[in-house]
């Protein structure tokens, strides 16, 4: 009877602990507030930084910028118009270019974005990049690094981290941080997703682009250069996400509705954006 008491109120302590994935409406673990993740990840970005080259191409750089601005600005726009505006504040955007020859871009919680050089050779436009940028948003705004550190402490503490009775949940939590994040400038990136993470990032990903005005059917062409045109050897970039034709197809299979829904224009403000996406619903798969 106890281990049955035991059990209901550990079921009863996931269920609140639990949150929604913007857009897509997916439930998701949230045991670790958005203040400790913004601080851990906050530590591992400037530790990155410090040991990373800024490129010094100024029209790769200022193309990162733009492009990842306007990304911003559709996803403030869709979390102001949605009843998410205290979301908002978790974001301090900043767009890096980064001297490195690997096929790689990541966003960091709270909006830290990092590109590298290798990946500029086989981006031909705003949209294309717009594919990459909005992918590694959609990572942040749906908080998949918060439910990715709580599986992990989950499995590591189990009902002490769920009912509260953790001793030292600080240091666990930087603990996992160290584990989860694991960048650096031998590595470069956070350690990776899993795969339904990158397919719910795909589909905001285009989502968010669609809302700042970028063309979304490039998509399907960009993920087939990342594909390598079929080689063996797969870029880091791709080494978690879905396989090639699963992408391409879910992709295809989403962009008439996600067209539908949000438009295209040809030019984005931050005014039009939020315009368009209060008339939006939003989107579930």
Request: aromatic content about 8%.
């Amino acid at each position: 009877m106890k281990n049955l008491f035991f059990a209901f109120m550990t079921a009863a302590l996931l269920l609140s602990s639990c949150g929604s994935v913007p857009i897509t409406g997916r439930r998701q673990l949230n045991l670790v507030s958005d203040q400790e993740i913004l601080s851990s990840s906050l530590s591992q970005y400037t530790s990155y930084m410090q040991g990373a080259k800024r490129s010094g191409n100024t029209t790769q750089s200022a193309m990162v910028t733009r492009v990842g601005k306007k990304i911003a600005a559709a996803t403030e726009a869709y979390l102001n118009a949605n009843g998410l505006a205290d979301e908002v504040k978790n974001f301090s955007w900043e767009f890096n270019l980064v001297q490195d020859n690997q096929l790689n871009a990541f966003c960091m919680p709270g909006g830290k974005i990092v590109v590298y050089e290798g990946l500029m050779k086989i981006i031909s436009s705003d949209d294309e990049l717009a594919v990459v940028l909005g992918h590694e948003v959609a990572h942040a705004v749906a908080k998949h690094s918060n439910e990715r550190m709580s599986q992990q402490l989950l499995a590591q503490y189990g009902a002490q981290v769920v009912s509260g009775a953790l001793s030292n949940k600080s240091a666990a939590v930087r603990s996992v941080a160290n584990e989860v994040y694991g960048i650096g400038a031998q590595y470069g990136m956070m350690l990776p997703f899993s795969r339904k993470h990158e397919s719910e990032a795909d589909y905001m990903g285009l989502i968010l682009m669609t809302i700042a005005g970028y063309n979304p059917d490039v998509a399907v062409g960009f993920w087939q250069k990342m594909s390598g045109g079929g080689q063996s050897t797969v870029p880091e970039f791709l080494s978690t996400h879905p396989s090639d034709k699963t992408r391409i197809s879910d992709i295809q299979k989403n962009l008439p509705d996600i067209k539908k829904k949000y438009g295209q224009t040809s030019t984005t403000t931050t005014k039009a954006t939020t315009k368009k996406v209060t008339k939006a619903t939003a989107v579930r798969k």
